[in-house]
Nanobody, 128 residues
Framework: QVQLVESGGGSVQSGGSLRLSCVVSGNTHSRYCMGWFRQGPGKERAKVAIIDNDGSTTYSESAKGRFTASKDNAANTLFLQMDNLEPEDTGTYYC??????????????????????WGQGTQVTVSL
């Protein structure tokens, strides 16, 4: 059974930085994507950054230039370095793993709900 455990959330002021970590255990998928989603207050869960099976990374428009996603395969850990944080970045951050069923990952929460795994989430709060 795949398990994901996030850490590193907290409260910072605007312009500050945080580094989220997600430790993965029990993964037996040979082809998969991993990434980070954010769920703000009263909002849908939305993609922040995804590392595809080929190693390429895609970011949301708001994350580009400020956030960096990376993986340490030896440590089975996914990271999200977040710099120049803004109040709009506030929310619960979830890491996820989505196995590739067809040709590519969908990067869609509803598919990850069905075939992937989410972590428990870590809260990030950015104040002015």
């Amino acid at each position: 059974q795949v398990q994901l455990v996030e850490s590193g959330g907290g409260s910072v002021q605007s312009g500050g930085s945080l580094r989220l970590s997600c430790v993965v255990s029990g993964n037996t998928h040979s082809r998969y994507c991993m990434g980070w989603f954010r769920q703000g207050p009263g909002k849908e869960r939305a993609k922040v950054a995804i590392i595809d099976n080929d190693g390429s990374t895609t970011y949301s428009e708001s994350a580009k230039g400020r956030f960096t996603a990376s993986k340490d395969n030896a440590a089975n850990t996914l990271f999200l370095q977040m710099d120049n944080l803004e109040p709009e970045d506030t929310g619960t951050y979830y890491c996820e793993i989505e196995p590739i069923v067809m040709h590519t990952c969908t990067h869609r929460p509803e598919f990850i709900d069905m075939i992937g795994t989410w972590g428990q989430g870590t809260q990030v709060t950015v104040s002015l």
